[in-house]
């Protein structure tokens, strides 16, 4: 009895272990099949990457005619918003066109190019942060040297300086400004500038590929929308106390 019990668990581990052989040989053959996919995903990823560049610039062009579309689109995105004060405000009014631009084989980086109007903070017109992945697979990051404008002539930093358009921006945006990890040029200089990742923002520039640069134009027309369902509400809660007032009258 003793004996064949033996024999039956040797005739088990080697089954078991042909077993595991077979199994390491279908496992490296789904491993060749997801390499093979991930290269052709690739190549397709490539082919129209490159399709959408002639509707992106289009979009932007187009974009970049419209008053406040970017400032507008970063204060209605629900992540990015958080991060945002007052002094983000006074730099991105001025910011008019937005241009991601991945690299040629996708998976190595992007850089990110900002479009600015003239503006009394800096002298740069166009400034871009660029994403680059080595080939041990770590992250660098450059960005272009903004070339701040003499702020004692001026006699104002970036944290006190208020026009006209930072009146309008201020009054038509109903936000609460809760962020007190900006230094005094905001959360996203202090995201651009930096290329080490000590500021603690990194998704800014995965949230503007990603999420803002594929369809800003939801996030612009939210503020729109809210606009509306706010002025909507208003007016019915007019029209009800009216009939209230009218039915005193009458009683």
């Known amino acids: 009895m003793s004996s064949s019990n033996t024999k039956q668990v040797k005739l088990d581990e080697a089954e078991m272990q042909k077993a595991f052989e077979v199994i390491g040989d279908v496992q490296n053959e789904i491993d060749r099949l997801n390499e093979q996919a991930s290269e052709e995903i690739l190549q397709v990823e490539q082919k129209y990457n490159k399709l959408r560049q002639p509707n992106y610039k289009k979009r932007s062009d187009l974009i970049s ?89 001026n006699g104002q930093t970036a944290s006190n300086r208020k026009t006209d358009s930072d009146n309008s921006t201020s009054n038509t945006r109903k936000r609460s400004y809760d962020n007190d990890n900006t230094n005094e040029r905001g959360a996203f200089m202090a995201w651009f500038t930096d290329t080490t990742g000590e500021t603690g923002n990194d998704e800014f520039g995965e949230v503007i590929k990603d999420d803002i640069f594929v369809n ?32 005193d009258e009458q009683e």
């Open 65 to 153: 005619k419209i008053p406040s579309f970017w400032i507008s689109v970063f204060l209605n995105h629900p992540q990015l918003s958080s991060y945002l004060d007052q002094n983000d405000e006074n730099i991105l009014q001025y910011l008019k066109r937005v241009d991601v631009e991945e690299h040629e084989d996708i998976k190595s980086g992007y850089r990110i190019k900002f479009t600015f109007d003239k503006n009394s903070y800096f002298e740069n017109d166009l400034i871009v942060k660029e994403y680059s992945v080595t080939e041990s697979s770590e992250t660098q990051c450059k960005s272009t040297p903004i070339r701040w404008k003499n702020e004692s002539k």
């Open 216 to 247: 800003p134009l939801q996030y612009y027309l939210a503020a729109t929308t809210n606009d509306e369902e706010e002025g909507g509400s208003g007016g019915e809660n007019d029209e009800e106390e009216d009939l209230e007032e009218k039915e």
